[in-house]
């Protein structure tokens, strides 16, 4: 049943905008608006704070489905899971009411920075780092490009 709600969502409201998204090299709002709407943008965020808890598999066949007919709209679910996972593994109660409500209800979206000139998308040979200092962190290194 997820499978097709996502389909034909994805299909009427996603695909439409598919090409001219690709061409223009824009963010798929339409793609976001309608995820939202419907509440499959961050399917993966815990019922404790708003979202419908949904397993890694129905988070899988989100991002499948809409990926079925714009493969750069498929990046909203999937890396809204895949930012705010550390948030929702590790994160502190206070850390995650503050962000994982948010994200549940369509009101901000995560976002993750991963490749560096000498690493690419090897994480594990990845320089930049983060280190405390008082009550902020200072992050030190390079990023080429995010999601």
């Known amino acids: 049943m997820l499978r097709e709600t996502v389909r034909a969502l994805a ?5 439409p905008h598919a090409a001219e998204v690709d061409e223009q090299g824009r963010f798929p709002q339409e793609a976001r608006d309608a995820l939202t709407a419907a509440d499959l943008h961050a399917v993966h965020v815990p019922e404790t704070y708003g979202g419908a808890g949904a397993d890694a ?3 899988v066949i989100v991002i499948e489905e ?3 007919v714009c493969a750069s ?6 890396v809204n ?3 705010s996972l550390p948030v929702v593994i590790s994160g502190s109660e206070e850390l995650k009411a503050k962000y994982l409500g948010p994200l549940a209800k369509g009101d901000a979206m995560f976002s993750y920075a991963l490749s560096e ?3 690419g998308s090897d994480a594990a040979g990845m320089k930049t780092k983060a280190v405390r200092d008082g009550d902020f962190w200072v992050l030190n290194g390079v990023k080429r490009w995010i999601t």
């Open 81 to 83: 899971k895949l930012g």
């Open 11 to 15: 299909e009427a409201k996603i695909g």
């Open 117 to 119: 000139p000498d690493a």
């Open 66 to 68: 809409v990926a079925r």
């Open 57 to 59: 598999l129905a988070t």
């Open 73 to 78: 709209s498929s990046l909203i679910p999937a």
